[in-house]
């Protein structure tokens, strides 16, 4: 992309850039062990995100959500019945679980902050490389997963606001063998679950954020994850339309890669046991690996399109830039200064 001259910022240019990006890490020359290199970053920066096709459950004749009304009332009191009479073994036993299942989370967490910057620095050196990125950026990976601990402490907060008094509303309307939700509990609870899916949109343009820019940025001037927000915050005040542009264009991106990606499981499925492939984690992130590259490159060389300091490709040593040295493109109108 050509940056010597004035130009608009487009979210339809970084496309094109990014396909070529991809030919050339991947295949040109294809090496298999750069693959499976590449592949294991690309696994640990996208841990937790789901995987698998088709897991959906429907009611059905052996469901109990398909069983009448007052049956599952019945069971919801032996259930309650149930687990207050063997409370003092329910008590430590659900303890256990829950602090197993916080470490396991917090252990994902880390490491998919460390999968994150090595993941990015094979992207942006062309190299098939784990053990150097994984000691070269541990400061910003640390602050990164200190700054998602906090962003989950807060968002499971905020969460209990509209999710306790949705229980009790539900639980009100469950007494009535879910008959009759007074009107005095539709309007509650309808803002109720707007609230819990505006956090949730909020949260999901916070990590969107961080990934795609934050994180590129840390990794450019070797700064903490509130320095790395501080800088492109003050670069997207100037800039606030062209970056929901790009979080409009990355719902459709998105949507064209989960096609694209289904379309693979579903003809490799046709071959039987080569659809089993995609269903393991680590190889099915090797096999699906252009996607997660163009993905990677894509938002990269959108950055890139504000200036060399932000550009990924073009730098590898740290550059401090000032927070408030961020200068508004200029106009091709614009004619130098005479100087008299």
């Not at 259930?79 to 009479?85: F, G, R, S």
């Not at 343009?205 to 820019?213: C, E, G, P, S």
């Not at 993905?295 to 959108?302: E, K, N, Q, V």
Request: aromatic share 12%; proline share 6%; hydrophobic share 55%.
């Amino acid at each position: 992309m050509d940056r010597t001259q004035p130009r608009d910022i487009s979210v339809i240019e970084p496309i094109g850039a990014a396909i070529e990006k991809t030919k050339q890490i991947l295949f040109r020359p294809f090496d298999i062990a750069k693959w499976f290199a590449i592949g294991l970053c690309a696994w640990l920066a996208t841990l937790g995100n789901g995987g698998g096709v088709g897991r959906f459950n429907f009611p059905g004749p052996g469901n109990r959500l398909g069983c009448p009304r007052h049956n599952l009332r019945q069971e919801m009191i032996t259930l309650k019945d149930t687990v207050l009479e063997n409370l003092p073994v329910v008590v430590p036993v659900a303890g256990v679980v829950i602090v197993l299942v916080l470490v396991l989370a917090l252990a994902l967490m880390w490491l998919k902050s460390r999968g994150q910057f090595m993941f990015l620095h094979c992207v942006a050196e062309n190299k098939g490389e784990v053990v150097k990125p994984w000691k070269q950026y541990a400061p910003q990976a640390n602050s990164l997963f200190l700054f998602k601990v906090v962003v989950w402490l807060a968002a499971s907060a905020a969460s209990l606001f509209f999710i306790v008094p949705l229980v009790f509303i539900m639980m009100s309307f469950a007494r009535t063998d879910f008959k009759v939700f007074a009107a005095a509990g539709v309007i509650p609870a309808s803002f109720l679950v707007f609230g819990f899916m505006l956090l949730a949109i909020c949260l999901t343009v916070v990590k969107t954020l961080t990934a795609d820019f934050v994180v590129p940025i840390m990794r450019l001037q070797a700064c903490t994850v509130t320095d790395g927000w501080k800088h492109f915050w003050a670069l997207c005040k100037q800039n606030m339309g062209t970056f929901f542009l790009f979080l409009l264009f990355l719902v459709v991106v998105n949507i064209v890669l989960a096609m694209i990606a289904f379309a693979v499981v579903a003809g490799a499925c046709c071959l039987c046991c080569v659809g089993v492939i995609f269903m393991i984690p680590y190889i099915g992130t090797v096999a699906m690996l252009p996607l997660l590259v163009w993905r990677r490159a894509y938002s990269a060389l959108f950055l890139a399109q504000f200036g060399l300091q932000f550009d990924v490709f073009a730098r590898t040593d740290p550059v401090i830039v000032p927070l408030d040295v961020f200068p508004p493109e200029p106009s091709v109108t614009d004619t130098p200064d005479p100087g008299f």
